[in-house]
């Protein structure tokens, strides 16, 4: 029998899609000739913030600035441990104000924030995972900004290689299950081959329980979701992983968020989430 799971009430910082458009084309999802739908988008992303305030978690919000539509994936601005805030330093020219509104939050807030010296893209590359921190790059993130987070944090970060384009964050590619407790250290979620040899073999050794998802589950943004180690806020579209997460215990919340598939981003993207490395 599955032992039951137990949610952890969650802090998560979001940003309304007011001004959210495909203007540029930065990976391989974003087209200039697909046209959002701002009205659906808004719709998408408000009932997304209903549903974790209706499971218990808290939502701040951050104002949306004009000129800036992809500043509604506010994961990638910034990571948060601890108190302390790395900001970002987008690959992207046309990302890289972004960082200014979301940095200035968190200090208004009360955290120390660093902006970073490297290309640093948030929690789109850095991934807390119980004692340390699964960091990708390949695309986006630097491996120098894996160390300067080490540093900043304190805590162990692990690099992996991302290789397959259209899983160009860490975060399309593997989310965290739970945290873990005691001497446990949690459990994730992952595509294979969105990483390279050496990487999987270090995914493989650290979890080795880990939910393996296939490429078309990967595809439909199932791995962009975001679990408080009970509810898993999935998209709907990646069904097979839903009923193998079912399966251990889990409890699939599908969230439509297919307006923000046209820029590449999904659930997670959205959602940047304020949390502790457990010691």
Known sequence: MTEPRVPRRRRFVVCEPRHFAVQYAINPWMSTDRPVDVIRAL??????????????????????????????????????????????????????????????WFKTEGFEVHHPESVCEGEGDLVPAGRWILAG??????????????????????????VDPYFYHLDTALFVLDDGDGDGDGNI??????????????LE??????????????????????????HVFIAPEAREL???????????????LSEFHKAGGGIKCCTQEIREIRS
């Open 43 to 104: 719709d998408q992303w408000q009932a997304l913030v209903d549903t974790y305030r209706a499971h218990g978690h808290t939502v701040d919000t951050v104002a949306p600035v004009p000129g800036l539509p992809d500043m509604v994936f506010a994961a990638n601005c910034a990571v948060v441990v601890g108190g302390r805030v790395l900001g970002s330093l987008f690959h992207a020219p046309e990302r890289r104000p972004e960082s200014v509104p979301f940095e200035a």
């Open 137 to 162: 790059t390949g695309f986006r993130t630097t491996p120098e900004a894996h160390r300067e987070a080490q540093e900043f944090f304190g805590v162990p970060v692990i690099s992996l290689t991302l």
């Open 189 to 202: 979620a992952y595509y294979p081959g969105a990483f390279s040899p050496g990487s999987r073999e270090v």
């Open 205 to 230: 050794r650290l979890y080795p329980d880990a939910v393996v998802a296939t490429r078309a589950d990967a595809m439909a943004f199932g791995l962009n979701s975001v679990s408080d180690g009970r």
């Open 242 to 256: 839903a009923d193998r997460l079912a399966g251990l215990g889990y409890v699939p919340v599908p969230v439509d």
